[in-house]
RNA sequence: GUGGGUGUAGCUCAGUUGGUUAGAGUACCGGUCUGUGGAACCGGUUGUCGAGGGUUCGAGUCCCUUCACCCACCCCA
């Protein structure tokens, strides 16, 4: 094979198309349903908007965009996540002056540069949902509903929310300052990843799976006991609104995120029924990355939806039906004149919204049946120099294993009035 | 980045302790068949046996290297 697609990469096939269409119509109809509205912004940014947002000691900064320098000698990086994007364009486009909140969202493609496995690409798609302007729990609360929601769309079960929260700029410092010695006195117990993150990172630390680190974490310091009175009411505030919309979670002191902007809230939701790449969508809230990126200070919440493994969720639970349109009518010639006559016919009977396709090589009646059945089209039309005399055409019901003479007329009422393969 | 598994036709797979020109099914194309049912029969196309090197008179088979895919770790969605 010569040329082969980069790794990381997928080709979606004819037959795989559609599943991903009638996702992101879900995605739409229910974004809309809650009043977000949809917004593109480009595949490419300037490198630095990622380094100032996600963090430049986070793991997708540091080791997994993908960055190039253009024609221009300009620092350019193939977006690895979307709320950067969402809040650049926010700024920059002036969304500022709508009423708040604003709500957005995004089907986008992302980049990073990770070794490939199960549900996990480095081209991907991702659905987010952003919400600017609120500091409010109720927002908090509605994001959740909102992923809720869509996954719930897709047909998924066995859910899992779980919750967190890591204060402010207020309360997170002391946090963080009870919690660096907390590590360092146990660092020699710490895997060697940890003893790094312990001094860039230390939130990072929480979520460490490794068993030395669990041992340690046991007695570790929990966010949730250190927030300042704020954050505390927001907190709990949240989880009665949660209760109250009857939506299961569980509080996971050891939850964090990834990238650097987050704040208060956290939030995950994964699945029981996915292997080891369980997370489905996460997100939180980021109160000051507006600000951070240039603008008034703006609360926001949002959260992100890997699209690869929720298709595999929906393709392996069969729990959306996928209707993907095909012929209805294939017109059988014989070549020449009956060729030609076949090709203005079909155009014809498309304007009425008919799918018709043409033996474009004129091998008669036997050929066009068996592409026809292979095919799986429910009508064949038969064009010979006979039916051209008197414009009657031989339409036959490949189903009902009948045919008639009808007019052209006819024919657009039969197959519109069938209830197989509607328009 | 680390570890494990797998690579033979578009797809599913055979291929003996190393032995001639690498096979089957399926798919695709053509014919029987220039106006009627998914068939049947006949014929045809497709492989650098993942790639490179080594051992050998001889390698799909043994050895080394490498690449890709799958799975797990890491990380993330």
Redesign the pocket.
Known sequence: ?KY???????DILPGETFPWIALQNILRDTSARFGYREIITPLIETTNLFIHSVGDV???VSK?MYSFKDKGERDITLKP?GTSSVVRAYLENHLTDLSKPVKLYYIDR?F?Y?????????E???YGAECFGSDSPAVDAEVIQLAFHLLMSMGMKDLILQLNSIGCPSCRPQYREQLVAFLTLHEKDLCS??KL?AVKNPL?VL????ECCQAVLAGVPITTNHLCPDCSQHFNTLQDLLTVLGLPFQCNSRL????DYYNRTVF???STSL?????????GRYDYLVEMLGGPPTPAVG???????AMMIIQEANSMDFFEPSTHLWIAN?GGI?LTESLSIANQIRQAGIRVEVDL?G?????S???A??R?IPY?L???????KNRLF?L????????QSLTLQEIIDTIRNSQTNPL
């Open positions: 094979m082969t697609r980069l790794i990381g990469t997928k986070t793991d997708i997994e996540e992302f990073r990770e070794k490939p496995q199960k549900g996990r690409y480095r991907f798609y991702q990843e940890c993150r990072r979520d460490c799976k490794k964090v995120r990834g990238f995950e939701i994964s292997g080891s790449q369980s997370a489905l969508l996460g997100g959260f992100a939806m890997g699209l690869e493994r014989f009956t090589e091998k008669g009646i036997k050929k049946l068996e592409a059945l292979k799986g064949l038969i064009i010979g120099e006979d039916e051209l031989t036959k019901d490949l189903q009902k294993k009948d045919q």
